[in-house]
């Protein structure tokens, strides 16, 4: 069964300061690696996508990795604003078989003033 | 904004009824996908229709169903309500299949309620 684990489940830091949220996944093989934003009752924005060969992609002050051998992928927010308060999806999609994204249960981000 | 609206935006039902929820997606976007987002919970995919024909379906009952037309909006019909599915459900749209590289573009969401 793919599946798609995010951690920490929450995180709560003040503004400025730097964070990482982690997914490790078992989706095999993948063809995209996707980071959304998702702010409380709305619906999910795409940050970053990525396919299995790309390591990096940066998105403003939001920059993704993937290591396709470990199967992880991470996000960091650089000097955190208060508008980075959301939860933090990863989600990854199978190469072939049945197309069918498997999404994290999110992180949630408090960013403190 | 991404283009992507739905409605209604709350919608409360009760146990057993019927319920049809509306997405008009981006012009252009051949492929619509549907998604169930329990509170506290990721996203979860029901289907997805590409160019009006049901493409890809997750782990859900055949009383979920839905449907595509040719002016880019869709439904999400749910039929015997019950409780567990009271949910945020999300419809996003793209250029092209789920899992591809597209990119996806959601809507706001339909919180549905049943009591």
């Known amino acids: 069964k793919n599946q798609v684990e995010q951690s920490p489940q929450s995180l709560i830091i003040l503004e400025g300061k730097n964070c990482t949220l982690q997914c490790n996944y078992t989706v095999s093989p993948f063809s995209n690696l996707r980071w959304y934003k998702q702010d409380t009752g709305r619906g999910p924005v795409s940050l970053t996508i990525?396919?299995?060969?790309?390591n990096t992609k940066s998105n403003g002050r939001y920059t993704a990795t993937l290591d396709a051998d470990t199967k992880q992928s991470s996000l960091h927010i650089t000097a955190s604003q208060l508008s980075d308060s959301a939860s933090y999806i990863c989600v990854v999609s199978p190469r072939g078989g049945s197309y069918i994204p498997t999404f994290g249960r999110g992180t949630s981000l408090i960013v403190h003033p | 904004e991404t283009g992507v609206t739905q409605s209604p935006t709350h919608l409360i039902k009760t146990r057993g009824q019927q319920v049809t929820l509306r997405c008009s997606s981006q012009s252009g976007h051949n492929t619509v996908s549907w998604y169930q987002q329990a509170l506290g919970q990721g996203p979860q995919f029901i289907f997805q229709y590409y160019r009006e024909e049901e493409n890809g379906r997750g782990n859900f009952p055949p009383r979920f169903s839905g449907l595509q037309f040719p002016n880019y909006s869709s439904e999400l019909n749910v039929n015997a309500l019950e409780l567990d599915d009271s949910a945020l459900y999300l419809c996003?749209?793209?250029?092209?299949?789920?899992?591809?590289?597209?990119?996806?573009?959601f809507g706001p969401g339909t919180r549905l309620t049943v009591t």
């Open positions: 990525m396919t299995f060969s790309e």
């Open positions: 996003a749209s793209s250029g092209g299949l789920a899992a591809s590289s597209y990119e996806q573009y």
